[in-house]
């Protein structure tokens, strides 16, 4: 993505993000790898890249300790699971655009409230 996309999109709303494997250097230069974002009493972890397959999960979850989810990317599989003792929910959108190896084009859909943390995954046609 370039920045100039992220910039035109901070003009509707605010937007927090971290950066991807094909995003632009500028980009990458004014986003972090991850990050932790606050909404409603909840804790949100946003990483691109997960890792490996094997362990994702409790990886991620041990990676961002607090959080009641962790949202990642890179793979363009949709993913919608609560895991751990703790249930945190770890999340991808998918791809609204280039599914790639995914089933669907898709997204999510976080409604947050009082700490609570519902996700919704979308699948577009």
């Not at 909840?42 to 961002?64: D, M, Q, S």
């Not at 919608?80 to 859909?109: C, D, F, K, Q, Y």
Request: glycine residues 12%; contains cysteine.
């Amino acid at each position: 993505m370039a920045l100039s996309v992220l910039e035109a999109l901070r003009s509707f709303a605010p937007v927090e993000a971290v950066y991807g494997n094909m995003d632009e250097p500028a980009l990458r230069e004014s986003l972090p790898k991850e990050r932790v974002v606050e909404v409603a009493g909840a804790r949100i972890g946003v990483v691109h890249i997960p890792g490996p397959a094997a362990g994702r999960e409790a990886r991620l979850a041990a990676r961002f300790p607090g959080c009641g989810a962790v949202v990642y990317g890179h793979t363009h599989i949709p993913q919608v699971a609560r895991v751990g003792s703790g249930g945190v929910w770890i999340l991808n959108p998918g791809s609204p655009t280039e599914r790639r190896r995914g089933p669907v084009h898709s997204m999510l859909v976080l409604e947050v409230g009082g700490g609570e943390i519902r996700p919704e995954l979308v699948t577009l046609s």
